[in-house]
């Protein structure tokens, strides 16, 4: 399967809203090769997620998965997505389109997501935890929206380099290796 390139920042994809999947388009040969790319750019990227935009398809689609955590792997197609908990859960956050810089995002700890899988089902459930914020980061990708923007303070923003050698303690033990590509 043919791993996609990932658009950067300043690609207009990036800051564009995504369009809805009509069943048909959804169905079609074109979209579920663009599912399987994006699967297998994301693994190629050792990312734990990856939003359609990220491979300049304006459309309403990520895909996310992360062994490390135990998140088996799984497409949503036009999300619906609303905070479960109004709880918010500062931690640190990459992008695939962002190369190198790590930033503290707050996040609901859990919401609930209402979409489509890859066969047109209607899916509904809820995801906690660090599921959560890869759903977040994504789902903020389908609307032009990019982690810098969640960031409520940019003095953490930081290299990798410089994250791994200063800030990366600062984080909760088991979360290490992930963050390194959100998505
Ligand atoms: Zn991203």
Do not use: K
């Not at 169905?27 to 935009?53: K, N, R, Y």
């Not at 953490?156 to 984080?171: A, G, I, K, M, P």
Request: charged fraction near 25%; include cysteine.
């Amino acid at each position: 399967m043919p791993v996609r390139p990932i658009v950067r920042l300043g690609h207009p994809a990036l800051r564009a809203v995504a369009g809805a999947l009509s069943p048909e388009g959804l169905a079609s040969p074109e979209t579920q090769q663009l599912i399987d790319d994006m699967v297998d750019t994301m693994h190629e990227a050792h990312g734990v997620g990856l939003a359609a935009p990220q491979v300049g398809a304006e459309l309403q689609l990520f895909v996310y998965a992360s062994s490390g955590h135990d998140i088996p792997l799984r497409v949503v197609v036009n999300p619906m997505i609303t905070p479960h908990e109004r709880e918010l859960v500062y931690d640190w956050e990459g992008c695939l389109s962002i190369p190198d810089l790590r930033g503290l995002v707050p996040r609901h700890h859990s919401v609930r997501v209402r979409g489509l899988d890859r066969a047109g089902r209607l899916t509904d459930f809820i995801a906690v935890g660090f599921e959560a914020r890869i759903i977040q980061h994504e789902f903020d990708h389908l609307n032009g929206v990019v982690f810098l923007d969640r960031m409520r303070d940019l003095r953490s923003l930081s290299f990798t380099d410089e994250w791994t050698r200063f800030l990366v303690h600062s984080r909760p033990e088991g979360e290490r290796e992930e963050v390194a590509a959100l998505g």
